[in-house]
């Protein structure tokens, strides 16, 4: 009996640690298996990234659904939002709902900033828009006659741009040392009697019907899908070129930021100066 007993403990006591054995061997296990479920889902969180950019609809929008699928190769998703006004695209950056945006030209950037009191850095020079000259009445720079209307922009460093581009054509003369101050008062020499009609940049392609030639900014030709018929262009080397490349925008303290890095290292890609130099007709060039 005795004996017996103490088997039946014995027995007891064996299954006892064994089971106590296995719960213990059964926790790190499924500890385990928790950590590798947790950094799986970490990782897959990691794997895509959105960032999300201000734009003008053309040419900006356009060359930047060129960029989205390489993006995607990187990780990387691209949100285009289009905007036709250059205030809330800044002001959206600042404020944290777009991560960049690209529409403007560091002078313009540069202004803003001190006006509004904004803190915005250029990470990427893309491309220049140069003015184009284009047919109204008159259908070539050759057949202008004497008195001509040629209507150009109102604003300062597009009015000087252009009469830049007219003077290249040999059309006035400006005064020497004027460069992107110049205005219509700068003009010396006019052998055609030329006059100027000076307008909003955006108003310039509706004047067409009325006046002889007008000098208009790249992205509304763009716009109104006259690119074809351009007759001059401000050229890549001009002082407009240097100063007025379009470029993309981040808050500052972004400037580090690898997904941004990445979009600017993509834009700047042989594939948009492709898609760019092959689309626009040398009314966007590419300035990388």
Known sequence: MKQ???SICSLALATVLALSLSACSSTPSSSSQ?????SSQSSSQTETVTIKVGASPAPHAEILEVVKPLLEQEGITLEVTEFTD?????EAVEGGDLDANYFQHQPYLTDFNATRGTHLVSIASINFEPLGLYPGKTKSVEELPDGAVIAVPSDTSNEAR??????SLGLIQLKEGVGLEATTKDIVENPKNISFQELEAAQLVNALPDVDLAVINGNYAVDAKITDTVLASESKDSDGASTYANILVVKEGDETRPELLKLAEVLQS???KTFIESTYNGVVVPVF
């Open 4 to 6: 017996s007993i103490r």
């Open 34 to 38: 928790g950590s590798g479920e947790s």
């Open 86 to 90: 250059y205030v809330i695209p800044n």
């Open 162 to 167: 252009a009469l830049q581009l007219l003077e």
């Open 270 to 272: 042989d594939e948009v």
